[in-house]
């Protein structure tokens, strides 16, 4: 079960809960279709607004502790330093 969407992977594929093997065949096909999702569709589009309402969440939270780099403006002096080593003939 996923925390975010409330559903299983399987059941947001199949559109059902997986049964155990112990069960019966009969009692499986009984039970499948009194439990399967006739709008499959519409609760994947569901799920994918979920989804995407928790990443944003998310994405907050993280850019919360950001900052954006410094913006340089065209003619702004700035310092780059660069290590020069010499390998001396050396690999």
């Given at each position: 079960m996923n925390s975010?969407?409330?559903k299983s992977p399987y059941?947001?594929?199949?559109?059902y809960a997986?049964?155990?093997?112990?069960?019966?065949i009969l009692d499986n096909e009984i039970s499948i279709e009194s439990t399967r999702d006739?709008?499959?569709v519409?609760?994947?589009?569901?799920?994918?607004h979920v989804v995407a309402k928790k990443q944003g969440k998310r994405r907050a939270e993280f850019d919360r502790h950001r900052y954006s780099g410094k913006k340089y403006q065209i003619g702004d002096q700035i310092l780059v330093?660069?290590?020069?080593?010499?390998?001396?003939g050396k690999s």
């Open positions: 975010t969407t409330g059941e947001l594929l199949f559109g997986p049964r155990g093997v112990a069960n019966a006739e709008n499959l519409a609760t994947r589009e569901k799920v994918k330093r660069t290590t020069a080593t010499s390998n001396q």
